[in-house]
Nanobody
Framework: QVQLVESGGGLVQAGGSLRLSCAAS????????MGWFRQAPGKQREFVAR????????NYADSVKGRFTISKDNAKSTVYLQMNSLKPEDMAVYYC???????????WGQGTQVTVSS
C-alpha cells in the first residue's frame, strides 16, 4: 500500500501563487510516477500534471501549462505543485495520485482545497 498526504491548499487572490505538497509513504518503490488531479464542484476530476520518480519528461494539462510546475524530492518521497498566476477557474480540490505500471492510479490522497477569489 501507498499512503499519500496532500498539504498546502488555501485561499488566494486571482494572480497569486500556492505550492501544494504530496508526501508519499509505504511501498513507494512500487510506483513510478506521481500525478496531480483536480475536481471542481459539479465537474469531473481532471488531470493537471505528472512526473516520474526517475526524472523523465513532465506532463501538463493545456489549461495549466506555463503557470504550474510539478517537481519532486526523491529523498523525501514528496511531490510538489507550484501554482502561479492562479485563476478563479483553478479553484478545486486538488488530489495527488501514485501511478503503478499497468494499474493506472490506484493510490490517492484525501485532497486539498484551493480557493481562488476574483
Amino acid at each position: 500500500q501507498v499512503q499519500l498526504v496532500e498539504s498546502g491548499g488555501g485561499l488566494v487572490q486571482a494572480g497569486g501563487s500556492l505550492r501544494l505538497s504530496c508526501a508519499a509513504s509505504g511501498r513507494t518503490l512500487s510506483t513510478y510516477a506521481m500525478g496531480w488531479f483536480r475536481q471542481a464542484p459539479g465537474k469531473q476530476r481532471e488531470f493537471v500534471a505528472r512526473i516520474t520518480w526517475t526524472g523523465g519528461p513532465t506532463n501538463y494539462a493545456d489549461s495549466v501549462k506555463g503557470r504550474f510546475t510539478i517537481s519532486k524530492d526523491n529523498a523525501k518521497s514528496t511531490v510538489y505543485l507550484q501554482m502561479n498566476s492562479l485563476k478563479p477557474e483553478d479553484m478545486a480540490v486538488y488530489y495527488c495520485a501514485a501511478q503503478v505500471a499497468d494499474k493506472g492510479y490506484p493510490y490517492w490522497g484525501q485532497g486539498t482545497q484551493v480557493t481562488v477569489s476574483s
